[in-house]
């Protein structure tokens, strides 16, 4: 009787430690979060290959990392679901235009168009959004330079996994062009008679932008001109040139409004309180006439400016010679066709701040 009570125990306590091997909890969810919230990046590092492949040979654009929080290592290949707003482009647009950024797979993750495929057993993970500089400046209504990707977590499709409260990560893409917006003034008033001015810039003798809003048909409306250098352009000096093109006044007044990384300061876009946007002025007569059309002599460089990266030092005044604006050119290279256009600038008057032209 004793042993068959023993044994009758035994069996007892065996099937009790199968029962309870059977109930046993499952393995607790890996829990998943972006690491920040937001981050900044310009959209260029001032080199060449930033830009988009599209646009420039070499160009690779720049890889943001972005990190995912693994509360506990995942027991299991987990997929996550995510959406994408926001002002930046994601998909290169029909045109000439290219995309704003692209997804690309990082540390134990592969990203679809939707999807974030995350690996087992991984303890940590990150992807990368890659950053392409472009032809156009991108400044939206309010004057803003920053273009936005926002990706959030929306579920999760399968995986031993859950989301936590930071779901969401904004990344800011800040627009870190040079502007420069030329404006005139004749016979000492507000108005611009029949004067038309053009706006040209140079990079060792050779045209990279250009500005000539009504050469075309020959009738101004306005008397500005606008226009940008993206900041993955070449490092070196460039040249500016404000060209008076055609006109009857002998008294030209230029102010040359600049907003970007200069001179060792931020100027923000379009901002003209004092302090807050770089300006130059000069004085035009007839003796400075020159249409490069018909003489076939290219628009004299009259400023002067040394970009390092994404910021320029070293900007001259303006320097207009006397006895004319064709001055030590040598071989005309104008052509209408400069590299980059003129895409996004809504081109306006400038409120000049105190101690401009008023």
């Known amino acids: 009787m004793k042993l068959h ?11 009790l430690g199968i029962s309870a091997c059977g109930d046993d909890d499952p393995p607790p969810k890996t829990g998943i979060t972006f690491e920040l919230e937001s981050f900044t990046t310009l959209e260029s590092d001032g080199t060449l290959t930033s830009f988009h492949p599209d ?14 929080i693994l509360d506990r290592p995942l027991t299991e290949t987990t997929v996550l679901q995510f959406s994408v707003s926001g002002t930046a482009v994601r998909i290169n647009p029909s045109g000439s235009a290219v995309n704003d950024y692209a997804f690309k797979e990082g540390l134990n993750t592969i990203v679809g168009t939707d999807k974030i495929t995350i690996e087992k057993g991984a303890a940590e993970a990150n992807f ?24 959030k977590l929306t579920s999760v499709v399968s995986g031993n ?11 800011n893409i800040e627009e870190d062009d040079a502007i420069i917006i030329h404006q005139w003034y004749v016979d000492g008033t507000n108005g611009f008679g029949d004067v038309d001015m053009d706006l040209f810039v140079w990079l060792d003798g050779e045209l990279v932008n250009s500005s000539t809003y009504d050469n075309t048909s020959g009738t101004r409306t306005s008397p500005y001109e606008g226009l940008f250098i993206p900041a993955g352009f070449p490092n070196g000096t460039y040249g500016v040139s404000y060209n008076y093109y055609s006109g009857t006044s002998n008294d030209v007044d230029v102010v040359s409004l600049m907003w970007g990384r200069l001179n060792g300061k931020v100027y923000p876009y379009f901002n003209v309180t004092t302090g ?3 300006a130059f002025e000069a004085n035009y007569s007839l003796a400075n006439l020159n249409n490069y059309i018909e003489t076939e002599v290219d628009p004299l460089v009259v400023q002067t400016m040394v970009k390092n990266g994404i910021a320029y030092s070293n900007i001259s005044q303006i320097s207009v010679p006397a006895t004319g604006s064709r001055i030590g050119s040598s071989g005309f290279k104008f052509n ?15 409120d000049l701040p105190e101690g401009l032209r008023k």
């Open 276 to 278: 807050n946007v770089l």
């Open 5 to 15: 009570y023993l044994l009758g125990a035994m069996g007892l306590f065996a099937l």
């Open 161 to 171: 996994a859950e989301l936590g409260l930071a779901d969401t990560y904004t990344l």
């Open 336 to 350: 209408r066709n400069a590299p980059v256009k003129l895409n996004n600038i809504n081109l306006k008057m400038v």
């Open 55 to 68: 646009l420039v040979n070499g160009g690779t654009g720049r890889d943001v990392t972005v990190k995912i």
């Open 128 to 151: 990368l959004i890659t950053v392409f500089e472009d032809f156009s400046f991108e400044v939206n209504d309010d004057d803003s330079p920053l273009e936005t990707v926002i990706i």
